[in-house]
Nanobody, 117 residues
Framework: QVQLAESGGGSVQAGGSLGLSCVASGSIWGVRTMGWYRQAPGQEREMVAT????????NYKDSVKGRFTISRDNAKNMVYLQMNALKPDDTAFYYC??????????WGQGTQVTVSS
């Protein structure tokens, strides 16, 4: 089992910045990829950014490239998401994800990000 706890988020005006943090605990050794997903009301959960725990390879949703940065600190079992130039379309509930393999993921409780125009 892996437990995830997010922090950060909140409300900001368009063009502003926010940072999210996620700390993982439990059976971290099996986790291959960590990342951030988001879900807006009435929409499906979508990938925002992922990072490989071992190789650090990053993957971003096209609409956040150049604005969001994912990073990790394996010594602290943490993953971060720095969000700059935020847009109202970025408003959603953001979830931290720890993936053991495709189809097997652990999720945090999520944190709200609201961007006003």
């Amino acid at each position: 089992q892996v437990q995830l706890a997010e922090s950060g988020g909140g409300s900001v005006q368009a063009g502003g910045s926010l940072g999210l943090s996620c700390v993982a605990s439990g059976s971290i050794w099996g986790v291959r990829t960590m990342g951030w997903y988001r879900q807006a009301p009435g929409q499906e959960r979508e990938m925002v950014a992922t990072i490989g725990r071992a190789d650090g390879i990053k993957n971003y949703k096209d609409s956040v490239k150049g604005r969001f940065t994912i990073s990790r600190d394996n010594a602290k079992n943490m993953v971060y998401l720095q969000m700059n130039a935020l847009k109202p379309d970025d408003t959603a509930f953001y979830y931290c994800d720890a993936q053991v393999h495709p189809g097997w993921s652990y999720w945090g409780q999520g944190t709200q990000v609201t961007v006003s125009s």
